[in-house]
């Protein structure tokens, strides 16, 4: 597909995901580079799924403070479950830097961590997916300073070679069911390309959280096939009764569920 007849349908797909996209009052957590919009409403002591941790973990943060409740973290990248040990064992620290600015890596001491516990932090250090108990190849980033690991590696124009760690998958279905929880109130999906497997797949699953918080990573390339699959996804969530708000972090996406 030539990048001319790429760019014209990323345009398209541009200006109509923006004006299909409901104006309503939201709230912005975390970092510049890690935070995530969302409604404020009906979270109090959620259960929410954070899947594609890495080492800014503000939005979580900010997330327990403002709102309690449980956090399942998913991701099996030796660094970022690193980084979420260091939370663990630093939990009654209060804040006492800022946050690095539009930088992926926080300091631990830039988190307010004074009032929470860890029973707030169910760790899960498996890649999600669309399949259980599955080894595969977790593609290291272009750039070894990062941290963010891909199974589709679209950092890397989707070779099926270069540097890669084996980590083992997992799904929604089977970590909740494990958990032997039946709901979650939100969900946030920054998992390097995998959103395009586990999105149908929750769906197939019947597994409706009422707010959904995804980055469509590949939409940061320029391939065609990329926003094809955005649009039939946002397609399928439409059809479940998702309407998309309107943010200003693109292409990071916030669905909530009609009521």
């Known amino acids: 597909m030539n990048n001319k007849f790429s760019n014209i349908f990323k345009k398209i797909f541009y200006k109509i995901v923006h004006l299909l996209a409901f104006n309503e009052n939201t709230k912005y957590l975390g970092t510049n580079y890690g935070g995530w ?16 941790v890495g080492e800014d973990i503000s939005f979580d943060i900010e997330f327990l403070n403002e709102f309690g409740g449980k956090i399942i973290f998913i991701d099996p990248t030796p660094r970022a479950l690193e980084h979420l040990h260091k939370v663990l064992n630093s939990l009654g620290n209060k804040k006492i830097s800022s946050y690095e600015s539009n930088s992926g890596k926080q300091r631990i001491d830039s988190y307010d961590l004074s009032k929470l ?118 397609l399928r969530l439409f059809i479940n009764g998702y309407k998309l708000i309107a943010t200003d972090k693109y292409p990071d996406f916030l669905f909530v569920k009609k009521k």
């Open 117 to 234: 516990s860890k029973e707030s932090f169910i760790i899960v250090d498996k890649a999600l997916s669309n399949k259980n108990n599955k080894v595969v190849k977790f593609y290291s980033p272009p750039d070894p300073d990062h941290v963010s690991h891909s199974i589709s590696n679209w950092q890397n124009n989707f070779k099926k070679n270069g540097k890669f760690i084996n980590v083992e998958t997992t799904t929604l279905k089977e970590i909740l069911s494990k958990l032997g929880i039946n709901k979650i109130d939100l969900i946030k999906l920054d998992i390097e390309g995998s959103e395009n497997q586990v999105l149908p797949n929750m769906i197939r699953s019947k597994i409706f959280p009422d707010q959904i918080l995804v980055e469509f990573d590949e939409l940061h390339g320029n391939h065609f096939w990329s926003y094809l699959k955005a649009t039939l996804i946002i």
């Open 37 to 52: 919009y969302l409604i404020s409403k009906n979270l109090k002591d959620s259960i929410i799924i954070s899947a594609g």
